[in-house]
Antibody
Framework: QVQLVESGGGVVQPGRSLRLSCAAS????????MHWVRQAPGKGLEWVGK????????YYADSVKGRFTISRDNSKNTMSVQMNSLRTEDTAVYYC????????????WGRGTLVTVSS | SYVLTQPPSVSVAPGQTARITCGGN??????VHWYQQKPGQAPVLVVY???DRPSGIPERFSGSNSGNTATLTISRVEAGDEADYYC???????????FGTGTKVTVL
């Protein structure tokens, strides 16, 4: 079945870096755009960024632009996000999600990985 | 940037109908998608492209979209429908994906 599994979350100090990964299975990973979406504790969903199916294009929310970089390895069915200069407001559960059609909805979602930015 | 506004909460008795609105400027010209999120779980798609349901989603979930308001309707509400619901669109002007503020549905 289609499955997405995130990993790499943890506790990190402000200003430091962290790398999250998303492992995909059950579908042709290289055919789909992929996204990161985050949810701060007790808050709503916030789109973080997108990478095109072939990795040639990336798009970011203004809140993370210049600090986060999304990449993918289609040979390993994985997507990653390198998060630099982390801030306390980046504390959230980070979900990876598939975009079945460009500019559309997210389905499925992974279970998420928690990132806590705290001194 | 494009803003989607939802009521913070909706309360409904079992067996009744819940309607969750999602307001946005000319949202009727966009495709709206809806997600259900239960505590501690990832969001699940319940309606896409305004009114279509993914396989496995009950017919009790339906959607509509016109003018400045999109609506998710849950008919014959069950206790298991208690969750947070989010609308979502793609904003072509910014090439960003936007989520609504979220609505907590409480089954009385």
């Amino acid at each position: 079945q289609v499955q997405l599994v995130e990993s790499g979350g943890g506790v990190v100090q402000p200003g430091r870096s962290l790398r999250l990964s998303c492992a995909a299975s059950g579908f042709t990973f290289s055919s789909y755009p992929m996204h990161w979406v985050r949810q701060a504790p007790g808050k709503g969903l916030e789109w973080v960024g997108k990478i095109s199916y072939d990795g040639s294009s990336e798009y970011y929310a203004d809140s993370v632009k210049g600090r986060f970089t999304i990449s993918r390895d289609n040979s390993k069915n994985t997507m990653s996000v390198q998060m630099n200069s982390l801030r306390t407001e980046d504390t959230a559960v980070y979900y990876c999600a598939r975009n079945p059609n460009a500019y559309s909805w997210f389905d499925p979602w992974g279970r998420g990985t928690l990132v806590t930015v705290s001194s | 940037s494009y803003v989607l506004t939802q009521p913070p909460s909706v309360s409904v008795a079992p067996g009744q109908t819940a309607r969750i609105t999602c307001g946005g400027n000319k949202i009727g010209s966009k495709s709206v998608h809806w997600y259900q999120q239960k505590p501690g779980q990832a969001p699940v798609l319940v309606v896409y492209d305004d009114r279509d349901r993914p396989s496995g989603i009950p017919e009790r979930f339906s959607g509509s979209n016109s003018g400045n308001t999109a609506t998710l309707t849950i008919s014959r509400v069950e206790a298991g429908d208690e969750a947070d619901y989010y609308c979502q669109v793609w904003d072509s002007s910014s090439d960003h994906y936007v989520f609504g503020t979220g609505t907590k549905v409480t089954v009385l």
